[in-house]
């Protein structure tokens, strides 16, 4: 069964590059724009994954996470933060956990995001 993962950025390029390689890997993918729209589509959809920008119009990723966390139909959907934000605590060479998410700095490098969805899937 197609994977469902849920990429919410507000950066038009990032999106686009992330749906057309997860794609190519097998994955079905749905986008979103802003935090709104992914807190709706998160809620609408049930993805197997989420790839959440932190700093967004509208509602922040962090925002989206706490929401989705606090329901127990969605708190058990693994959200990957993909961030700038995350310079300072994370290597740029892979991620960390921190509060029972995966934070990913930005530039990230497309193959090991690939590597980290893969593992995190698999679980």
Known sequence: MTKRILVVDDEPQI?????????????????????????????????????????????????????????DQFSKIPVIFLTCLADGMVDKQGSEKIGGNLFVAKPFEADELLLIIDNVLKK
Do not use: C, F, H, W
């Open 15 to 71: 999106v686009s590059m992330l749906k057309m390689r997860l794609q190519a890997n097998g994955y079905e993918v749905i986008t979103a724009a802003d935090g709104e729209e992914g807190l709706q589509k998160a809620k609408d959809l049930k993805p197997d994954l989420i790839i959440l920008d932190i700093i967004m119009p509208k509602m922040a990723g962090n925002e989206v996470a706490e929401a989705l966390k606090e329901d």
